[in-house]
């Protein structure tokens, strides 16, 4: 069995930036375990491709969750990365930090450490903005960050036009001094190719000699001796394997493996592990639980103008975009669907904004068995609004179903369980059709696809949104932070309540949910998670 100083499981946005820290100096030997394969695939390569791999079980775990009362019954997929970088390898490459107010609440909460003005310098110094530098951006890290403003559909502009009539002030810079308004979004691409984290911080560290990193490597139990973490044991080409970890095991699986992992090892719910005749190592509550995640609904029109339909669906507009990404690297193929976007209250008493807004200069009503039909869109042209939840109070959870660690576990997300998130929600939609009447808007809307003018009452936009809404894949705190161990699995110092050695770094320790996109978060968790590896292992 060989021993390496320090263990990672899972190659993703954290886990790679883990990697790259803990062995930049040389004194460590570092093992990175990851169930996937190789990132080096074109449509992951290319930023509009993850339409390809979203249901692609190459690159993606391909999750279902279970049927779900508050979407009227559905089974929301749940795509998952499972390959070199993780979800930043599939996802839509939105890069949004968070609001100031979200992490200052971390550490009210008793995180010391994690406000944002503790996290600013460590989001500076992981980002290389093309936008260049200022209070709030950083440049010469290695995430290299795009800004898409002279690269959007033309269609945007009359989006945002349209959201500063319904009274949204224009943002330049969502990650500046406030998140309010309407903009757009920054990216994570450099030269028209994805910059996932295995980009931007995994590869660089495989040039290492004190790195080594397994794929196809599925971790199947944490081994313990007595309360302390000692390795893991994994498996590889149908054989089972140990490794042993010299000082610590770190999860960085994300939101469901964490929690998985920790469960298969007998570190979880006491009677759930007793059921499924798992001996318990350590029991806690907390572990799989306080799922919350945020959920999406687009709303579709047909408009009067050409979109991105008319360019992404004929042949020779495939060859057209196909031929300028592969030649020039720029065009729509470059780019995420989100062009633009943007954050609201839907209540003004409240001190930050609690709904997400997206632009997709595109629609995929019509759906394609087997993809995302992002690049091929409808036949008509067509463009969506769509938005998401930033704070939901629903908690939903995600457990093991057997101890086989190739069983997946169940996930119960119980998606608009709360009277407060039906409330905002059914303003939010309001919202998105006043932005839509606007003039900039209105002027160009032939109809409303969906929902359709038909729907127009609150009982039928609520049964709506539950038929409709969905995942946008932004799962956390299922093994949460806090300095309780009565309510969290981490302290603030990741390490897990209990246990030795052994620390979870992901966004599963989220100890709330974040005002945005989860991945710019999830790589500073990964930042953040070395420093404090470091400090307690000079």
């Not at 310098?121 to 898409?148: M, Y």
């Not at 969906?450 to 809404?469: E, N, V």
């Not at 209990?498 to 979870?504: E, P």
Request: a positive charge.
């Amino acid at each position: 069995m060989q021993t390496y100083d320090f263990i990672i499981v899972g190659s993703g946005s954290a886990g790679s930036v883990v990697a790259d820290r803990l062995s930049a100096s040389g004194r460590f030997s570092v093992l990175v375990l990851e169930a996937g394969g190789t990132d080096r695939r074109f449509y992951v390569q290319m930023p509009l491709g993850y339409g390809k791999t979203f249901f692609d079980p190459a690159v993606n775990w391909n999750y279902k969750a279970e049927s779900d009362p508050g979407l009227a019954g559905n089974s929301d997929h749940w795509p998952r990365g499972k390959l070199l970088g993780g979800s930043s390898s599939i996802n839509a490459m939105v890069y949004i930090r968070g609001a100031r107010e979200d992490f200052d609440a971390w550490a009210a909460a008793g995180n010391p450490g994690w406000a944002y003005d503790d996290l600013l310098p460590s989001f500076k110094a992981l980002e290389d903005n093309a936008a260049g530098a200022d209070q709030w951006r950083g440049v010469g890290g290695p995430l290299h960050i795009t800004d898409c403003t002279n690269a959007v559909h033309p269609l945007t502009k009359r989006y945002l036009a349209a959201a500063q009539q319904a009274g949204l002030p224009l943002n330049p810079d969502f990650n500046g001094a406030s998140q309010e308004g309407v903009g757009v979004y920054q990216i994570t691409t450099k030269n028209g190719r994805r910059m996932s984290a295995a980009r931007a911080f995994l590869r660089p560290a495989m040039k290492r000699g004190n790195v080594r990193v397994e794929t196809n490597a599925l971790a199947t139990k944490i081994l313990f001796e007595g309360k302390r973490a000692v390795g893991i044991e994994y498996e590889q080409n149908g054989q089972k394997k140990t490794a042993r970890a010299g000082r610590e095991v770190i999860l960085s699986g994300g939101s469901i493996n964490s929690p998985q992992l920790l469960q298969l090892s007998g570190v979880g719910p006491a009677a759930l592990l007793a059921d499924l005749g798992i001996p318990v190592v350590h029991a806690n509550e907390n572990v799989g639980a306080n799922l919350q995640d945020h959920v999406g609904i687009n709303y579709t029109f047909k408009g009067k103008l050409p979109t991105l339909n008319q360019i992404l669906r004929p042949w020779w507009g495939k060859l057209l975009v196909g031929m300028q990404y592969i030649l020039l690297r720029s065009g729509p193929l470059s780019l995420s669907m989100n062009n633009a976007g943007g954050f609201f209250r839907t209540d003004p008493s409240m001190t930050r904004p609690n709904m997400q807004l997206y632009f997709q200069a595109f629609s995929t009503v019509i759906p394609k068995s087997g993809e995302r039909p992002i690049l091929t869109p409808d036949p008509w042209p067509g463009f969506s609004i769509g938005l998401s939840n930033c704070r939901p109070s629903s908690r939903g959870e995600i457990m093991i179903r057997s101890k086989d660690p190739r069983d997946y576990p169940s996930i119960t997300p119980n998606a608009y369980s709360t009277n407060a998130d039906v409330d905002e929600m059914l303003a939010a939609v309001k919202f998105v059709r006043k932005i839509a009447s606007m003039p900039a808007m209105a002027e160009i809307i032939e109809e409303e696809v969906l929902p359709g003018p038909s729907i127009q009452s609150d009982a039928d936009l609520i049964q709506d949104f539950r038929k409709r809404s969905g995942t946008v894949y932004h799962p956390v705190s299922t093994c949460r932070m806090g300095p309780d161990a009565a309510r969290a699995v981490v302290d603030p110092r990741l390490r897990v309540h209990g246990l030795q050695g052994l620390r979870v770094i992901d966004a599963s320790i989220f100890p709330d949910n974040i005002t945005g996109n989860t991945n710019a978060a999830s790589i500073l968790t990964g930042w953040k998670g070395a420093d404090l590896v470091l400090e307690d292992h000079k």
